[in-house]
C-alpha cells in the first residue's frame, strides 16, 4: 500500500472515558472540536504547507475550545489560577520551543514557537516566558479568559474529596498534534493546563522535550498526554524516537513498547506518533483517548473510546 502524502494525527487527552461515563454534551463537543482541528492542520497540509504549520494550527484549534485542558478551558492550579505549559519541535531542524507556567499568552503554542525561532533558549518558564510573549506581540488576555465553571468545579471537588495528587478520574486533557508534510517533515506540537490541583510549580512532561513532546526526521514526531511524572522518568517522546532510529522498530512496536514500559511503573497515559514514511499510529492503556487522524488519501477518523 502506498502511503499517504501527509498525515496529520491529533490528540486531546487520555483518560477513564467509557461509554456512558461522558454526557452527550462532552462526548459530541469534543468530536466537534477534534474535527475542527483536524480540519484547520490539513487545510495547512493540503496546501503544500510545513508540518510546523500544521501542528501549530491544529493545537491552537484545540487551545481554544473549552472542553479540552489548554488554554481556553485550562485546569485550575491549587492555588486558583490557570498555569499553561506548551512545546513544539521541527523535526528537520531538531529545533524546539518550550514554556511553562505562561499566564497571559492565548495561545501558548505560539509562545513555544516564538521561543524556537526568536529567541537562542529552549525553555522559558513563568514571568520571564510572560514578558518574551508580550516583547514578542502575542496576542494577550486576561488571565479570566482561560477560566471556566467546568475546571472551577472540578478544582472544589478535587479539594473537598481531597483527592490526592491526581484527578481521581484521570481526566487528561492535554491537546497534540504531530504531523508529516509533502516534503516528509515532521513535526510535533503539545500544550496544556497540567494537572488540577497542582503545586508548588509543578511541571509535568508536556513542555518537557523529549518527555512529552518530540520530533525527528531520522524516526519520527510524537505528543503525549498522561501523568506527566511517569512519561518525564521515562523520556517518553525521545524514547519512542530512538528505538525507531536505532532498533529499526516501527511506530506501532515503539510506542506500545514504551507505554508498556510506562504501565509496569505504574503510569497511565498515551501518545500519538508519525513517521516520515506516513505511518501513524496511537497508543494508550487508558479507557479512551481524544484522538483524530487525516491524510491526504481523504481518511478523517475521529474517536474517543478505546474500541473505537
Ligand atoms: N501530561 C499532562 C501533565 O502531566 C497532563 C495531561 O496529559 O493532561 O501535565
Not at 10 to 35: N, P
Not at 123 to 150: C, I
Not at 277 to 297: H, K, V
Amino acid at each position: 500500500m502506498t502511503q499517504p502524502k501527509w498525515t496529520l494525527l491529533i490528540h486531546g487527552g487520555a483518560g477513564s472515558m467509557v461509554r456512558g461515563k461522558l454526557s452527550a454534551e462532552q462526548d459530541e463537543g469534543a468530536r466537534a472540536g477534534l474535527s475542527t482541528a483536524l480540519d484547520a492542520g490539513s487545510a495547512v497540509l493540503a496546501h503544500s504547507g510545513s508540518a510546523m504549520d500544521a501542528v501549530s494550527a491544529a493545537v491552537m484549534a484545540l487551545e481554544d475550545d473549552a472542553h479540552f485542558n489548554a488554554g481556553h478551558g485550562a485546569v485550575f492550579t491549587y492555588k486558583g489560577i490557570n498555569e499553561l505549559d506548551a512545546a513544539i519541535m521541527d523535526g528537520k531542524t531538531r529545533g524546539a520551543g518550550a514554556v511553562t507556567g505562561a499566564r497571559y499568552t492565548r495561545n501558548p503554542v505560539l509562545l513555544a514557537r516564538a521561543v524556537m525561532e526568536h529567541s537562542p533558549h529552549v525553555m522559558l518558564s513563568r514571568e520571564g516566558a510572560d514578558e518574551f510573549s508580550r516583547e514578542q506581540g502575542l496576542d494577550q488576555v486576561d488571565p479570566d479568559y482561560f477560566a471556566t465553571p467546568e475546571r472551577w468545579r472540578q478544582l472544589e471537588e478535587l479539594k473537598a474529596k481531597k483527592l490526592g495528587w491526581y484527578d481521581i478520574d484521570m481526566k487528561y486533557g492535554t491537546v497534540g498534534a504531530v504531523a508529516v508534510d509533502n516534503d516528509g517533515n515532521v513535526a510535533a506540537a503539545t500544550s496544556t493546563g497540567g494537572l488540577t490541583g497542582k503545586r508548588w510549580g509543578r511541571i509535568g512532561d508536556s513542555p518537557v522535550i523529549g518527555a512529552g513532546n518530540y520530533a525527528d526526521n531520522r524516526a519520527c514526531a510524537v505528543s503525549a498526554t498522561g501523568a506527566g511524572e511517569f512519561f518525564i522518568r521515562l523520556g517518553v517522546a525521545h524514547e519512542i524516537c530512538a528505538r525507531m532510529r536505532m532498533l529499526g522498530d516501527d511506530a506501532k512496536a515503539a510506542a506500545d513498547h514504551v507505554i508498556g514500559e510506562l504501565e509496569e511503573l505504574g503510569g497511565t497515559g498515551g501518545v500519538i506518533v508519525t513517521a516520515p514514511d506516513g505511518t501513524a499510529t496511537f497508543s494508550f492503556n487508558t479507557p479512551g483517548m481524544y484522538r483524530g487522524r487525516a491524510t491526504s488519501a481523504g481518511e478523517k477518523y475521529v474517536a474517543i473510546y478505546g474500541d473505537e
